[in-house]
T-cell receptor, first 115, second 110 residues
Framework: EAGVAQSPRYKIIEKRQSVAFWCNPI?????LYWYQQILGQGPKLLIQ????????DSQLPKDRFSAERLKGVDSTLKIQPAKLEDSAVYLC?????????????FGDGTRLSIL | KQEVTQIPAALSVPEGENLVLNCSFT??????LQWFRQDPGKGLTSLLL?????REQTSGRLNASLDKSSGRSTLYIAASQPGDSATYLC?????????FGSGTKLNVKP
């Protein structure tokens, strides 16, 4: 089966600019996750979708970050305006049901650099 | 709040050595524990998933154990190879939320 697809792979922008990332999960996976991984740290969950509804966005900086999952398939994550501390790898993952006994499958991520 | 710690942060071993990576967590009320591998510039690849009712899981040269009562898990890698060089992360789940450690960066020298 095809894996989780993310684009772009790399993005360089200046602070205060906006940026968007795209994710297409594994076909049939109901749950989609966006993580932020800062260099040297483990991934931190930003937002979790179950189909097209938000399950958890408690760690999403809502003043600058937004995400949507229209039609319950692919998803976009947007940052506007970007800050220097947003430099990180943004990982998308999906799982079949979202229950803890289901493994998460990760994409290769988008590496964001803020100048 | 669940805290996951991995020690050591980095490890360098000669090829062929058996090694153990450690993961500890503060809240024993977990649903399961998962070990991942992350290669540079790549996402995470799931290696082993241990349900809370299990004590260990094995896959090839990898063996992961879980002791919920003490809040610990170990990943044992037998006969290490240079291709095992990567960062290894553990994550615990409380039903549907994953909590990740910061990983152990492993370097296996030829």
């Amino acid at each position: 089966e095809a894996g989780v697809a993310q684009s772009p792979r790399y993005k360089i922008i200046e602070k205060r600019q906006s940026v968007a990332f795209w994710c297409n999960p594994i076909s049939g996976h109901a749950t989609l996750y966006w993580y932020q991984q800062i260099l040297g740290q483990g991934p931190k969950l930003l937002i979790q979708f179950q189909n097209n509804g938000v399950v958890d966005d408690s760690q999403l900086p809502k003043d600058r970050f937004s995400a949507e999952r229209l039609k319950g398939v692919d998803s976009t994550l947007k940052i506007q305006p970007a800050k220097l501390e947003d430099s990180a790898v943004y990982l998308c993952a999906s799982s079949r049901t979202g229950e803890g006994n289901q493994p998460q499958h990760f994409g290769d991520g988008t590496r964001l650099s803020i100048l | 709040k669940q805290e996951v710690t991995q020690i050591p942060a980095a490890l360098s071993v000669p090829e062929g050595e058996n090694l153990v990576l450690n993961c500890s967590f503060t809240d024993s009320a977990i649903y399961n524990l998962q070990w991942f591998r992350q290669d540079p510039g790549k996402g995470l690849t799931s290696l082993l998933l241990i349900q809370s009712s299990q004590r260990e899981q094995t896959s090839g040269r990898l063996n992961a154990s879980l002791d919920k009562s003490s809040g610990r898990s170990t990943l044992y890698i037998a006969a290490s190879q240079p291709g095992d060089s990567a960062t290894y992360l553990c994550a615990v789940t409380d039903f549907n939320k994953f909590y990740f450690g910061s990983g152990t960066k492993l370097n296996v020298k030829p």
